[in-house]
T-cell receptor
Framework: RKEVEQDPGPFNVPEGATVAFNCTYS??????FFWYRQDCRKEPKLLMS???SGNEDGRFTAQLNRASQYISLLIRDSKLSDSATYLC???????????FGAGTRLAVHP | GAVVSQHPSWVICKSGTSVKIECRSL??????MFWYRQFPKQSLMLMAT?????????EQGVEKDKFLINHASLTLSTLTVTSAHPEDSSFYIC???????????FGQGTRLTVV
């Protein structure tokens, strides 16, 4: 089983749609959680951290369920510029490194 | 904000030659740097972790004699792909973390093509 698993995608949605990505992690001792965005042939960029209390940044909402070892990202009112691959990233559990999910590709069309 | 600069952004080399990739933290001291490799349509796979002044820690399956990592200062880490082969063609990305910070900043990546 992979340490971090994500929806395979791709998600093809129209502008204005709401889309949700899911992610599960296997190490219950993991401590920190993030969503990164990666554009084609570019480096990943931090989108937001994920906290147990949930956090929101504009159109983006991230939530963490430690009991279920589940992380989600909700994007409201999708824009064309949201088209990218979204990476679920986990850190901790005694490791000083980030573990990346395979990513979910989002394509927003007019 | 913190910036990590990676150079070169792309390189084409002949099979059997060596290629050096540099990763610099421009406005902070990076106590830890990470090197990743990403094949098309796959996720980033950690290759090794380097701490300034000490030997790198390689992930299982990564040949330390083939992928030489040097982290000689708090602002520079280098990855040298020795005796490159076509199967080493990939997107190599470094990231750097400041002490006390949880997340890491990424370099722009280097696209290596071995012909």
């Amino acid at each position: 089983r992979k340490e971090v698993e994500q929806d395979p995608g791709p998600f093809n949605v129209p502008e204005g749609a709401t889309v949700a990505f899911n992610c599960t992690y296997s190490n219950s001792a993991s401590q920190s959680f993030f969503w990164y965005r990666q554009d084609c042939r570019k480096e990943p960029k931090l989108l937001m951290s994920v906290y147990s209390s949930g956090n929101e940044d504009g159109r983006f909402t991230a939530q963490l369920n430690r009991a279920s070892q589940y992380i989600s990202l909700l994007i409201r009112d999708s824009k064309l510029s949201d088209s990218a691959t979204y990476l679920c990233v986990v850190k901790g559990g005694g490791y000083n490194k980030l573990i990346f999910g395979a990513g979910t590709r989002l394509a927003v069309h007019p | 904000g913190a910036v990590v600069s990676q150079h070169p952004s792309w390189v084409i080399c002949k099979s059997g030659t060596s290629v050096k990739i540099e990763c610099r933290s421009l406005d902070f001291q990076a106590t830890t740097m990470f090197w990743y490799r990403q094949f098309p349509k796959q996720s980033l796979m950690l290759m090794a972790t380097s701490n300034e002044g000490s030997k790198a820690t390689y992930e299982q399956g990564v040949e330390k004699d083939k992928f030489l990592i040097n982290h000689a200062s708090l602002t520079l880490s280098t990855l040298t792909v020795t005796s490159a082969h076509p199967e080493d063609s990939s997107f190599y990305i470094c990231s750097a973390r400041v002490r006390q910070e949880v997340w890491a900043f990424f370099g722009q990546g280097t696209r290596l093509t071995v012909v």
